[in-house]
């Protein structure tokens, strides 16, 4: 009895290690734009790539690689800057043409239009293009 009580332990205990790495649930298009802007609001910005599809994004390359775009261009960091930043108005009605405006709370931004084409890659979707500021991030 002892023996069946501690296997189930032990497959409980690798079931357990192994899901805790593993997303169970997809993330949606609401969630995907909350990741990304979570990582905007970031002062360490090198996991914004991951937001971004990465067989569909033709520069992912140069997104991963922090190339480009120049992420504090468009979003400006430090003092006297403009974090925090969100979107208002967002829609997420039809995926691949997400619309929102970005806002700060800091006197001087002016909002701004933001534009996304999303992508599924399995249960998840990603980011397939960006559009803000006159620059187009795909």
């Not at 899901?19 to 995907?32: H, I, K, N, T």
């Not at 709370?105 to 249960?123: E, L, Q, T, Y």
Request: proline residues 6%; contains cysteine; negative net charge.
């Amino acid at each position: 009895m002892k023996k069946k009580i501690l296997r189930w332990l032990l497959l409980a205990a690798i079931g357990i290690l192994f899901f805790e790495g593993c997303s169970l649930l997809p993330v949606s298009v609401e969630d995907r734009i909350a990741m990304f802007l979570e990582d905007i609001n970031s002062l360490d910005r090198s996991s914004i790539y991951l937001n971004f599809h990465p067989d569909l994004t033709a520069d992912y390359d140069s997104i991963r690689n922090e190339t480009y775009p120049d992420w504090g261009a468009l979003f400006p960091t430090g003092p006297g800057t403009y974090i925090p930043y969100s979107i208002s108005s967002l829609d997420t009605s039809d995926p691949l043409g997400v619309t929102g405006t970005v806002e700060s709370v800091n006197i001087g931004w002016v909002d701004k239009p933001i534009f996304f084409i999303m992508a599924k890659d399995g249960m998840d979707w990603m980011i397939q293009e960006m559009q803000f500021d006159g620059v187009t991030v795909n």
